[in-house]
């Protein structure tokens, strides 16, 4: 079974047990699986929920990325898988089409801890009591996606305790935390949306990403 129809599986078996969802559940997951699957390093962008107030109905980011990349979110990615995945050159040299751009993405794997869309600041508690409700589900996708680097959007140190109960953080040297647990390295980085010029949030993700400590993970 490929990992997309596990997790189509999963998010199935997920609604079913959390009748909240229904009608309402966004998906997520790998976004091209035979281009996610020939990356040396597969890479796994974690947020909180997906920023829709005003979420009128299903949909899926696997679909959504294939077809177009919008919004400053889902640029801001692009642009630091471009790095990831070619050792950060100039970011000036990540391309603007939209139909490169959708290649870079096809080449890596998201999903948010919610799966109803919420505002533009996630509300903390909600955050916290949906990990606590769905984590069996949380950390099947992780496995199911099986990655071997996440880029955390979700900062606060607590959700990953909920998740990973014995995680160690340390400091990079560039005042991000690291850790290494169940063989998947994390950086507990910014939001994608973080209001900081791209070039800043750039360099420094490749400076923690290329540093030693890093690496001896």
């Not at 109905?57 to 990349?69: A, H, N, P, Y």
Request: proline residues 5%; glycine residues 6%; aromatic residues 14%.
């Amino acid at each position: 079974m490929s990992k997309t129809d596990e997790l189509n599986k999963l998010f199935e078996k997920w609604i079913k047990d959390f009748p909240v969802y229904k009608g309402k559940f966004i998906r997520d997951g790998v976004i091209n699986e035979s281009e996610y699957k020939g990356q040396s390093d597969k890479v796994l962008f974690l947020a909180k929920e997906p920023n829709d107030p005003d979420q009128e109905g299903e949909w899926d980011f696997r679909e959504w990325w294939s077809k177009e990349i919008k919004y400053t979110f889902s640029h801001r990615i692009c642009e630091w898988a471009y790095g990831l995945i070619n050792n950060f050159p100039p970011v000036s040299g990540c391309p603007n089409s939209n139909e490169k751009r959708k290649e870079i993405m096809a080449k890596i794997a998201f999903m948010n801890i919610k799966k109803s869309g919420g505002g533009a600041t996630a509300d903390n508690d909600v955050i916290e009591e949906t990990l606590k409700k769905e984590i069996k589900y949380i950390r099947d996708e992780i496995n199911i996606i099986s990655p071997d680097t996440i880029i955390s959007g979700i900062g606060n140190i607590n959700y990953w305790k909920l998740i990973f109960p014995h995680i160690r953080f340390i400091n990079s040297g560039f005042d991000i935390d690291v850790a290494k647990v169940n063989g998947f390295r994390i950086i507990n980085f910014y939001h994608p949306s973080y209001r900081v010029p791209r070039s800043m949030s750039y360099s420094l993700l490749g400076r923690i990403y290329n540093s030693e400590i890093f690496k001896n993970l």
